[in-house]
């Protein structure tokens, strides 16, 4: 497994010609990219659903790994509107991301539907990044980390055969995603100890410490080594600074030099 991850998440931007078009010139700008180059960080690009196979296909000649924004936790029937994990790996990805704050938030998904999707991730052996993190409002009143820890309590709590091959896990406080006010590097090696604990606790000692555990918030270059510092944050997951090819991959570089 590679050592670093470093992580596009798009969101609801970029049309398919847009996403392809990106591969193309991060490809330009890391030529290391392109297979077998298999060198320490991982890239892996979140594009929006409709982008997700044109995507696939404009990496195939890369190490990029691309991956769906959310899933549904059945794998087929009358769920109208929603992507299951067949179709996600049918079309190329092979990673989802779980439980976004934008998926908490704005869409309205609570925990219990996070642990289910988390679960059917897993046992279609693609990998999951599940994000956690607590709202300002929560850290204010200083909640942060039994936030956190009913996020993970719920989503890891008997869950079997988890490897870090299925799980990584993303803190991504929510008041730092998207503001321009990203965590400072104490509060988020304090919070990644407070994840690797509890990954050990609910999945052992073994797999517990191989998870990758990602950095996410107004993560942009220039910032992105203080957080790579923290021992335990192996990775980083990106939004606005992830739609500019140019600057994902000055991204690279940065994580690439630690
Ligand atoms: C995200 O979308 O997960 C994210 C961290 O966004 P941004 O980098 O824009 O804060």
New binding site residues.
């Given amino acids: 497994m590679p050592k670093l991850w470093l ?1 596009a ?1 798009w ?1 609801m931007n970029k049309t398919v010609s847009e996403g392809q078009a990106f591969v193309g010139r991060l490809v330009e700008q890391i030529p290391g990219l392109i297979k077998p180059g298999a060198g320490e960080v991982q890239v892996l690009i979140f594009p929006g659903l409709v982008s997700l196979q044109s995507v696939a296909t404009a990496a195939r000649d890369t190490t990029i790994r691309v991956g769906a924004q959310d899933c549904y936790f059945e794998a087929h029937g009358a769920f109208t509107g929603e992507v299951s994990l067949p179709q996600i790996k049918d079309a190329g990805g092979s990673a989802v ?1 779980v439980g ?3 998926r908490r938030h704005v869409i309205g998904e609570d925990n219990r539907l996070v642990a289910a999707k988390l679960r059917a991730t897993i046992n279609a052996g693609v990998l999951a990044v599940l ?1 956690v993190g607590e709202l300002a409002e929560e850290r204010d009143a200083g909640g942060a980390f039994r936030v956190v820890d009913e996020q993970l309590e719920t989503a890891l709590a008997g869950l079997a055969g988890v490897t870090e091959r299925t799980l990584a896990v ?1 803190y ?1 406080p929510v008041w ?5 006010r ?1 965590a400072t590097v104490p509060d988020v090696e304090e919070m990644a100890i407070f994840i690797r604990e509890r990954l050990v606790e609910h999945i052992g000692e073994e797999r517990g410490k191989d998870v990758a555990i990602m950095y ?5 270059p220039g910032n992105l080594s203080g957080y790579m510092s923290i021992r335990d944050i192996t990775g ?7 739609l500019d090819a140019d600057s994902f991959a000055a991204l690279y570089r940065e994580m690439e030099g630690q």
């Fill in positions: 992580a998440n969101k991301i976004h704050s934008e994000c993303a991504e730092a995603i998207g503001s321009g990203s996410g918030g107004s993560v942009k980083a997951l990106v939004g606005g600074a992830s």
